[in-house]
């Protein structure tokens, strides 16, 4: 069996070792209680309610309210482009032709047709004009005259889809030719002389003329605050002093996966002629403002991954931490939406050095609650 030796102190007893056991534990309660040290000073302001009118700007562009892009009805290889990107255009104007070899033969052929039912119907209608005559003098037989009657109508149907099929094969010819559908201005091209182009593929696309809007992707979030108006402040981006007014026309139902960003259409009232087709654009969109709490950046703290502040009682000058919701950030300063109220001292330096419930020496400012500077 292992050995057991009695533990001892060696030059102590046992009734020191308890006095220094009670003088450790009475020190570290004293450390516990913060109420029992002196107050420790911390510069604080006593905060106030002001008015503040976020206000965004983004980048956009110009574009035409109607695009249209245009594409040939049948397969083809392009002949001929008359038009350029850029240039303008009006309604019927021919802007590129596919080669016509086959779409005039064709017509040729239905042409000849319609010719042939032709002579067939009045040689047809002669014979029955003939047996019609005859019938009535007692010359010829019922029998006859029903044949030269049905000739007729044959001939005279075959006519109709001759006139028909010249029509169809006029039309195919006429489709050989791209025209504008409306005046505008060409803003894409993808097709050139020489290439065969599928039935319905884009080869131009126009710009048509009139009204004009500005175009923006708008991060989501601005989308979920409260705008003023629906008044939107446009500015040209190359001269500022071009200017205009829009309104909101169309905000897309959809985010833009690739972006992460939402389209909306500013309509743009009696755009300047400077803000042409293509040209970028600033836009200033106001929101409704709120009422915020401006507190310097060194007040700024989080607290489980949440934004939050160190107040202190004006009675007790028991430091708490405050969560808060932030309404913007701005160089040296936040904006505080919620969380606090006018009158609230909130510690601006010195919160690094702070516990819950230490007793602490607020150092306001002889001078009046700063005010928030509107933007």
């Not at 029955?128 to 007692?138: D, I, P, T, V, W």
């Not at 803003?187 to 182009?197: D, I, K, L, P, S």
Request: glycine letters at 8%; aromatic letters at 4%; one cysteine or more.
């Amino acid at each position: 069996m292992p050995m057991r030796w009695p533990l001892r102190f060696p030059g102590r007893s046992t009734a020191g070792l308890l006095v220094g056991l009670a003088m450790v534990l009475a020190a570290c309660g004293e450390e516990k209680n913060p109420s029992a040290r002196a107050p420790v000073s911390v510069k604080a302001e006593r905060v106030s309610a002001s008015q503040h009118a976020l206000s965004v700007a983004l980048t956009g562009e110009v574009k035409a309210r109607v695009q249209s892009d245009l594409a040939f009805r049948f397969t083809g290889r392009i002949a001929e482009r008359f038009v350029e990107i850029g240039d303008h255009v009006e309604a019927g104007q021919v802007l590129a032709r596919l080669e016509s070899q086959e779409q005039t033969a064709d017509l040729a052929s239905m042409t000849a047709g319609v010719q042939s039912a032709e002579a067939t119907l009045r040689q047809t209608t002669a014979a029955f004009e003939r047996q019609k005559s005859l019938l009535a003098n007692g010359f010829t037989t019922q029998t006859n005259f029903d044949n030269a009657q049905q000739a007729m109508q044959a001939a005279r149907a075959t006519l109709d889809a001759a006139r028909s099929n010249l029509g169809t094969a006029r039309e195919q010819l006429v489709y050989t030719s791209l025209t504008a559908d409306a005046s505008g201005v060409v803003v894409a091209r993808n097709a050139e002389a020489g290439q065969v182009v599928e039935a319905a593929q884009a080869v131009f696309t126009i710009a048509r003329d009139g009204e004009r809007d500005a175009v923006f992707d708008v991060y989501e979030g601005l989308l979920a605050q409260r705008p003023a108006d629906d008044t939107i402040e446009l500015a040209l981006v190359s001269n500022p002093a071009v200017r205009a007014t829009g309104k909101v026309r169309e905000v897309a139902p959809a985010i833009d996966p690739a972006t992460g960003t939402v389209r909306v259409k500013i309509s743009i009232d009696a755009p300047p002629p400077a803000m042409t087709l293509g040209a970028a654009v600033t836009g200033i969109g106001r929101f409704k403002p709120d009422n915020v709490f401006a507190l310097p950046a060194g007040a700024f703290f989080t607290e489980n991954g949440k934004p939050a502040v160190w107040t202190v009682d004006p009675r007790s000058h028991a430091a708490a931490i405050r969560p808060i919701t932030v309404d913007s950030y701005r160089t040296g300063e936040l904006l505080v939406r919620d969380g606090l109220e006018a009158g609230d001292i909130v510690v601006t330096a010195g919160t690094q050095l702070l516990r819950p419930g230490q007793i602490v020496k607020p150092l306001l400012p002889d001078a009046q609650p700063r005010e928030e500077t509107k933007k």
